[in-house]
T-cell receptor
Framework: DGGITQSPKYLFRKEGQNVTLSCEQN?????MYWYRQDPGQGLRLIYY???????QKGDIAEGYSVSREKKESFPLTVTSAQKNPTAFYLC?????????????????FGPGTRLTVL | DAKTTQPNSMESNEEEPVHLPCNHS???????IHWYRQLPSQGPEYVIH???SNVNNRMASLAIAEDRKSSTLILHRATLRDAAVYYC????????????FGTGTRLTIIP
């Protein structure tokens, strides 16, 4: 089955520790994304990557880092510089469709990782 | 980025149609209209998208106003499993662009 996997589902860390969240996709998608969601809020974009070995900051990149060494993988590191890291983290990948009047982006999401920093 | 405006919440009775509105008065001529939904404790999932014409798929219908400044997601017969947050999003027609998710509409289905 093709899809996006995120692990672990729940993660607990002590304050001041870096933590890396895993995101893997076997959909052969070029673009991948990381979002953060706080309770009752929408999704906010942290980082995105449109191609291997390249990535761009999203709206809330401070305190986070990413790498994109392989097409299938886009790990997110939450560093100790992130002031309020407790949140639900969602990874997505996207495929570009040719709609006849231009292209559009359909994103596929993983199940998410709920990070709690104690 | 062009913005969208949605009601914070809506309620509907089970097995009745639901019309979820979205205003996007600053939409450009090349923007697609996307709808995603997020079930509790899950990642969002794609529902439907459109450009100018109304669209139907197995999940829902999308009605787009003639001036494209608003659209309506229609669930023809709501079930309890349709209870979710529904996001209306615009994207350009240039392909792998980032999507901007607002706070969406929280839909509650009443049994």
């Amino acid at each position: 089955d093709g899809g996006i996997t995120q692990s672990p589902k729940y993660l607990f860390r002590k304050e001041g520790q870096n933590v890396t969240l895993s995101c893997e996709q076997n959909l052969n998608h070029d673009a991948m994304y990381w979002y953060r969601q706080d309770p009752g809020q929408g999704l906010r974009l942290i980082y995105y990557s449109q191609i291997v070995n390249d990535f761009q900051k999203g709206d809330i990149a401070e305190g986070y880092s990413v790498s994109r060494e392989k097409k299938e993988s886009f790990p997110l590191t939450v560093t100790s510089a992130q002031k309020n890291p407790t949140a639900f983290y969602l990874c997505a990948s996207s495929i570009n469709h040719n709609g006849g009047k231009g292209s559009y982006n359909e994103q596929f999401f993983g199940p998410g990782t709920r990070l709690t920093v104690l | 980025d062009a913005k969208t405006t949605q009601p914070n919440s809506m309620e509907s009775n089970e097995e009745e149609p639901v019309h979820l509105p979205c205003n996007h008065s600053t939409i450009s001529g090349t923007d697609y209209i996307h709808w995603y939904r997020q079930l509790p404790s899950q990642g969002p999932e794609y529902v439907i998208h459109g450009l100018t014409s109304n669209v139907n798929n197995r999940m829902a219908s999308l009605a787009i106003a003639e001036d494209r400044k608003s659209s309506t997601l229609i669930l023809h017969r709501a079930t309890l499993r349709d209870a979710a947050v529904y996001y209306c999003i615009l994207s350009s027609n240039f392909g792998n662009e980032k999507l901007t998710f607002g706070t969406g509409t929280r839909l509650t289905i009443i049994p």
